[in-house]
């Protein structure tokens, strides 16, 4: 059953369709999308009926089931190039990652996760999780402690209790006492680390970008794995990661970032 909430009137519970279609990852029935539901019939027909009509869902006649829509696409692509630090970030990111022969990712908090904006990958290529676009969680992810790290304690405190603790991997840290004590050494480091926490033999060092303020609006991370690397060895991209993390900030300092 969908848990989402719907006290938002009819735009919310249209928002909250598209996210039960988006989730699937492909186009998905009436049937499935109604059982996980908490609509009457009657409301999700017609709200999926209302998102075809506008162009945010569309409907498959041959196999009878809903896809995200194209103008969604448009939609998010413009979300992407006003309320992303991406566009102004791109051509550090592409440096840092020529530099140091390695993947590099961007990344900006979204309701308590952390949402990959961008990726550049090594000249060889590991596979992995994330990918521009896609949400992960805070707490095992370098990036995601880079942000909370530096975040004001009460809305630190309102982002771990959004977290879900569940242990990917022997070093997750899966519960709020370890992942505090974490965040208190990232804050005297400057600097955040995944030990295989999100991904086994995935590790990464990681920084907050932060605002002129203190904010942070981002955070940047060098990503690779143990295959390749100990983590002792990554830690040597930490001069180059940070004069990037630096350099975004710096780039992105009269821009008014979106609250």
């Known amino acids: 059953m969908n848990k989402h909430a719907t006290g938002d009137g009819t735009v919310g519970k249209a928002l909250d369709v598209l996210e039960m279609v988006s989730a699937k990852g492909r186009p998905v029935r009436f049937s499935e999308l109604l059982n996980e539901s ?28 809903y896809a995200l829509g194209i103008r969604l ?19 550090i990111v592409s440096a840092l990652s020529e530099t140091v022969g390695e993947t590099v990712h961007l990344a900006q908090l979204d309701n308590g996760q952390v949402l990959y904006v961008d990726k550049r990958n090594a000249k ?4 992995m999780y994330s990918q521009a676009g896609k949400v992960g969680p805070g707490y095992c992810t370098g990036v995601g402690k880079a942000l909370m790290a530096f975040l004001e304690p009460g809305e630190l405190d309102q982002v ?3 977290q879900s603790f569940y242990r990917y991997t022997p070093a997750t840290l899966a519960d709020e006492a370890s992942l505090r004590a974490d965040l208190d050494t990232i804050r005297q480091e ?15 060092i990681a920084a907050p970008i932060l605002s002129p303020k203190g904010r942070p609006i981002g955070a940047l ?21 940070l ?7 710096a780039a992105v300092s009269d821009w008014q970032f979106p609250g």
Do not use: F, N
């Not at 004069?243 to 900030?249: G, L, T, V, W």
């Open 38 to 65: 908490p609509l009457p019939k009657a409301t999700l027909y017609r709200l999926l009926q209302t998102l075809v009509s506008q162009g945010m869902l569309s409907y498959g006649d041959e196999q009878q089931t």
């Open 243 to 249: 004069k990037a993390a630096s350099e975004i900030a």
């Open 160 to 162: 771990i209790a959004k």
């Open 221 to 241: 991370s060098v990503t690779t794995s143990t295959r390749r690397k100990s983590l002792d060895e990554l830690k040597e991209a930490k001069p180059e990661l």
């Open 124 to 127: 060889d290529p590991i596979d």
């Open 190 to 204: 400057g600097i955040a680390y995944d030990r295989e926490e999100h991904e086994p033999e995935i590790i990464c």
């Open 73 to 91: 696409v448009r939609l998010a692509h413009q979300a992407w190039r006003q309320s992303s630090i991406a566009p102004i970030a791109r051509p």
